[in-house]
């Protein structure tokens, strides 16, 4: 690298730092302003939704949700070999950053709903047990996301994402629940599904150029590893996040029960079908990180409505095909003829599934509880939910391309980390961007390498 390159990439870090920090800041404080300004003290009718005595059972849900969000997904990511601290850091840091704005945009939207119903002036709110699990769903929408772009896109960046995305995650969920009254307790139309159509239009709309190489977008031994601690944590709290919402003890039953059915049904089938379906009849840990959680997505709008344990053993299995058919097929062939980039394969874990889910409960709505108008009504949420998180997560991701200076290295944490003397070094042929007679690991600046925000 020549001294004038050398200077000119330390110029440009010192402004992505400023960026960074004038962003991030600024959003803070601005949350701070609108905590200040609709919220008020905490009051004994502050958690009047949920029953009484009962705030332990509703902690339980909530803080299994909280591991899933801050702890499982982030784990899920650190397949990524040289992108560890990224994966866990972003998801803490982005993850907090979402629940924040989302508890004030969900609880607004509430708010507003409530004084609309009983015609009264509008007042400060309260917060309870119900918002902080909405906030930790808005939160899941995000990190569903974030899993496209993981790797490629910079803290600001992700910073810029999540800022629509919640704010269209909140107005979606108003137009499902409260106009639609749509069932979806879990979330496989109002979570998954937009946080996965959301995020796979993003990062196709980031994405610049002809197809591209990410030599690190990859695993090691011992990152997958970590990663399927993270599989674990989802899959052993998902019927938290499945059941949390229910508002009667049968519905919260059934939902607990179906998914942990759906949960058994994909995990064997997500073996057999890797088996089955990879070039060398073997189990790849991809299948087995992945479509093991597929079956739990795909439940997620019925599974309070689901009243057979073979209907959710059934779904699960099935699921876990299609999950892995996406890995295996599907994903390969959409990166190589549309340059859609899927650094987690959300479209097999969360879009596919998640859309699956939807017509599942569309067709128990319509024939198990024979009600026309209602699955015409989950119709509708499917698809104005598709609709929304597609034009948005497009806009979104326009603007980061045209407006958002790009990462220097992809897929590296010593892009925006301090790392350890330990970080391995880049492989020898990872740029194939390199002029030649430049060192191997050599960054050079060129096509597809911007500096980071």
Not at 234 to 259: C, D, H, K, M
Request: hydrophobic share 45%.
């Amino acid at each position: 690298v020549t001294p004038k390159m050398a200077e000119h990439c330390a110029e440009e870090k010192k402004k992505s730092n400023t960026r960074f920090l004038f962003l991030f800041g600024g959003a803070q404080l601005i949350l701070l302003v609108l905590y200040a300004v609709f919220f008020t003290d905490y009051e004994l009718d502050s958690g009047s939704h949920v029953p009484s005595n009962d705030y332990a059972t509703y902690y339980q849900f909530f803080s299994g949700i909280h591991i899933m969000i801050f702890l499982g997904f982030g784990y899920l990511m650190t397949f990524l070999r040289r992108s560890g601290y990224s994966a866990l850091g972003y998801c803490f840091l982005v993850s907090a950053f979402a629940f924040e704005f989302c508890l004030w945009c969900f609880t607004l939207m509430e708010h507003i709903y409530e004084m609309y119903e009983s015609g009264e002036e509008f007042k400060k709110m309260h917060i309870n047990f119900f918002n902080l699990i909405n906030a930790d769903f808005g939160a899941a929408a995000v990190m569903i996301t974030m899993g496209a772009m993981v790797g490629r896109v910079s803290a600001s960046q992700l910073l810029i994402i999540t800022v629509p995305e919640i704010a269209l995650y909140t107005i979606n969920a108003w137009i499902c629940f409260y106009l639609f009254g749509i069932y979806d307790i879990g979330g496989s139309i109002t979570i998954h599904s937009f946080g996965a159509v959301f995020g796979l239009f993003c990062s196709r709309c980031v994405h610049k150029g002809k197809a591209k190489e990410y030599p690190n977008n990859g695993n090691v031994y011992h990152s997958d590893l970590f990663a399927m601690l993270g599989t674990l944590l989802l899959w052993i709290y998902w019927p938290s996040f499945n059941s949390a919402p229910a508002t009667s003890e049968l519905g919260q039953y059934r939902a607990i029960v179906n998914t942990v059915l759906a949960l058994l049904g994909c995990t064997t089938g997500a073996f057999y079908f890797s088996r089955l379906l990879r070039p060398e009849h073997k189990f790849d840990m991809v299948d087995i990180q992945n479509a093991t959680l597929a079956g739990a997505v795909a439940m997620g709008s019925s599974a309070d409505l689901i009243k057979n344990p073979f209907v959710s053993l059934i779904i699960g299995v099935g699921t876990s095909l299609v999950s892995v058919f996406g890995y295996t097929q599907l994903q390969p062939l959409l990166q190589r003829k549309i340059h859609l980039y899927d650094t987690c394969g959300i479209l097999n874990l969360h879009c596919m599934p998640g859309i699956l889910g939807g017509l599942i409960s569309i067709a128990v709505v319509g024939f198990t509880m024979q009600d026309g108008e209602a699955a015409g009504l989950q119709t509708a949420g499917l698809f104005v939910t598709i609709g929304i998180a597609a034009a948005s997560g497009a806009l979104t991701g326009l603007f980061i391309r045209f407006v958002t200076p790009y990462l220097h290295i992809e897929y590296d944490d010593s892009e925006e980390w301090e790392v350890p003397s330990d970080f391995p070094s880049l492989k020898a042929d990872a740029p194939e961007e390199a002029e030649a007679g430049t060192p191997a690991g050599t960054p050079v600046l060129g096509e597809h390498t911007p500096i980071t925000v």
